[in-house]
Each structure stands twice: as structure tokens, then as C-alpha cells.
């Protein structure tokens, strides 16, 4: 009998069907992989070296929609950061639950770095230190994947009822419909931090 004429296995169908199964349960087993591709655990190993690698795959695929700027040293940086920010958040919102997956590993992924690469240069031309790049940097994974994760919450995040102060139920009641909610909160709050950082880079 000759061989198949489509590999049984690649890398890109052993990283669809782990995001199938985070999609689906919030995580992935090398044994539950295997069941779902129809092989055995060994047979996993013949294109990837473990479940790290897998992980890298799958954040790759989450950052496989991310758009970078063009690199213009004369655009205010303010605006390079917001455009990839909002990239990075709309390529994450795809897959929420693998969010917390993610953050559980260090980051080993080409097109992370890219992203990376192009935040720390945009903020190093600002005028921030090497420091005060990293914790920038720190400041916008919290605040984009705690964002992307928000589109992925109910339709109402907060139940009504007799512990809602009048003042938080007036706030509530300005809410619109999802994702109009979150998308609003984001630009806020997006507007909020690059102003406060702006603000260190006049001192």
C-alpha cells in the first residue's frame, strides 16, 4: 500500500485542531490532541518537540492578524502605539480563551517579536528609557489582552439587583450593546494611557 497522497499530520493541522480544542475547553493535552487527529501521542512528536511548541504555535496564530504601521520616524509615536494596539487587540479578540493560556508561557513567537520590535523602537524614539520601555510595554499587554478578553464577556457583564448603588446603576444604564460597549471602553482607556505617557516624555 503506497503512502497517502496528504501528509496525516503537519504543524498547521496540529495547531488547528489545539485551537479547536482551546476554543472549545479553555486548554489542550498532548494525549486529547492526539485523540481529536486521530494518531497516537508519539506520532505528535515526529513534527513538533511538545506542548511549549504547540503553545508558540497558537500565539503565532493569534498574532497572525496584527498590521504594523509603516515605520515613518516623523508620525507622532502616539499614533504608531495606538494603530498597533488596536491591531493587536482585534487579532486576540478572535480567540479569547486562549488568552490565559498565553500568558502562562514566555513568549517565543516571530510574530510577537515583530510587534514587540516595532513598539519598543516607536517608544525609544519618544524619548523612554530602556526601563521605562519595558514597563510601557508590560502596561499595554495588561491593558489590550484584559480588553480583548471583554469582547468576549455577556452581552450585560453586571447583574442588577439590590447591591447596585444608585450611583453604579446610572453608570450602568449609559452602557450600550456589545461590542459597542467594549470598543468604547477601549478607545477610552486607550486615550487615557497614551495622554498619561505622553505626559512623562514632556518632563
Not at 505528535?44 to 498574532?63: D, F, K, T
Not at 502605539?81 to 508561557?105: F, G, N, Q
Not at 517579536?113 to 524619548?127: K, S
Request: aromatic share 6%.
Amino acid at each position: 500500500m503506497g503512502r497517502p497522497p496528504v501528509p496525516l499530520l503537519s504543524t498547521e493541522l496540529i495547531a488547528g485542531a489545539a485551537m479547536d480544542l482551546v476554543s472549545a475547553t479553555g486548554g489542550f493535552t498532548i494525549p486529547e490532541l492526539a485523540r481529536r487527529l486521530k494518531v497516537s501521542p508519539s506520532s505528535l512528536y515526529n513534527h513538533v518537540s511538545g506542548r511549549e511548541q504547540i503553545v508558540e504555535l497558537l500565539r503565532e496564530r493569534a498574532m497572525s492578524e496584527v498590521e504594523l504601521p509603516d515605520d515613518d520616524p516623523d508620525r507622532p509615536w502616539t499614533e504608531t502605539v495606538a494603530e498597533i494596539m488596536r491591531s493587536y487587540r482585534r487579532s486576540y479578540a478572535r480567540y479569547p480563551r486562549l488568552i490565559p493560556l498565553l500568558t502562562a508561557h514566555a513568549v517565543n513567537s516571530s510574530q510577537a517579536f515583530t510587534m514587540y520590535n516595532a513598539l519598543a523602537g516607536a517608544l525609544t524614539r519618544a524619548g523612554f528609557s530602556a526601563a521605562d520601555t519595558l514597563r510601557v510595554i508590560t502596561l499595554m499587554d495588561c491593558f489590550v489582552l484584559g480588553s480583548a478578553l471583554d469582547l468576549a464577556a455577556p452581552v450585560e457583564p453586571w447583574e442588577s439587583g439590590a447591591e447596585v448603588g444608585p450611583e453604579l446603576a446610572a453608570a450602568l444604564a449609559t452602557g450600550g450593546p456589545k461590542p459597542d460597549r467594549a470598543d468604547d471602553a477601549f478607545e477610552f482607556g486607550l486615550a487615557v494611557v497614551l495622554r498619561g505617557l505622553a505626559d512623562l516624555t514632556d518632563r
